[in-house]
Nanobody
Framework: QVQLVESGGGLVQTGGSLRLSCAAS????????LGWFRQAPGKEREFVAA????????DYAMSVKGRFTISRDNANLMVDLQMNSLKPEDTAVYYC???????????????WGQGTQVTVSS
């Protein structure tokens, strides 16, 4: 088990940037795949990005590729999501999550944070 809590959300204008952080507690952080998901109003939860425990291998949804960067610091039990060139369609609650396998499927992530709101105004 790993406990996760997100921070860094807020209101930003189109084209702006935000950096989301996820602080973890627990002894198994480095063993987890860490991912970011988001859920916009009236929409299903969707995969955004994931990073392997090695901190090198990454995966991004096509909608954010080239704009978002996921990173992790196993020593400090942190995973971040740098979001640049934000668009109104990025507006959602963003969740940090952990999984035991390399996957985009939210159902396979067994640890979730509370979420942080990101709102991008046009």
């Amino acid at each position: 088990q790993v406990q996760l809590v997100e921070s860094g959300g807020g209101l930003v204008q189109t084209g702006g940037s935000l950096r989301l952080s996820c602080a973890a507690s627990g002894r198994t952080f480095s063993a987890y795949i860490l991912g970011w998901f988001r859920q916009a109003p009236g929409k299903e939860r969707e995969f955004v990005a994931a990073i392997h425990g090695n901190g090198v291998s990454t995966d991004y949804a096509m909608s954010v590729k080239g704009r978002f960067t996921i990173s992790r610091d196993n020593a400090n039990l942190m995973v971040d999501l740098q979001m640049n060139s934000l668009k109104p369609e990025d507006t959602a609650v963003y969740y940090c999550a952990g999984a035991r396998a390399w996957t985009r499927r939210g159902s396979l992530y067994d640890s979730w944070g509370q979420g942080t709101q990101v709102t991008v105004s046009s």
